[in-house]
């Protein structure tokens, strides 16, 4: 089937920078929309950005301008540039993606995977 692999998550102080990075493993044949959420302690899961493989991005209102989402179709990856981190951007951080993987060799299916996630701690 297929895996995500997450890195680069950390301790930082607010106003700082830090890089996630994941990877996708697999019988993969494509990916779609691979994307960032992210889960605070009590709160729900929400949507941090998100990128097509054509390259079209979104980000959630509070982390435009602050955040960068990028990703390398040959290698299967995605990353998320987060600079001028704040404390209510702690959370932990969970890769997805939208894959096709090959079953067989006739037989394709899709999934929404997702990584195992990284934490995310800025201190004020």
């Known amino acids: 089937q297929v895996q995500l692999v997450e890195s680069g998550g950390g301790l930082v102080q607010a106003g700082g920078s830090l890089r996630l990075s994941c990877a996708a493993s697999?019988?993969?044949?494509?990916?779609?929309?691979m994307g960032w959420y992210r889960q605070a302690p009590g709160k729900q899961r929400e949507l941090v950005a998100t990128?097509?493989?054509?390259?079209?991005?979104e980000y959630v209102d509070s982390v435009k301008g602050r955040f960068a989402i990028s990703r390398d179709n040959a290698k299967n990856t995605v990353d998320l540039q987060m600079n001028s981190l704040k404390p209510e951007d702690t959370a932990v951080y969970y890769c997805n993606a939208d894959i096709i993987w090959n079953n067989t060799f006739f037989d394709r299916r899709r999934v929404n995977a997702w990584g195992q996630g990284t934490q995310v701690t800025v201190s004020s």
């Open positions: 990128i097509t493989s054509g390259g079209s991005t």
């Open positions: 697999g019988r993969i044949f494509s990916i779609n929309v």
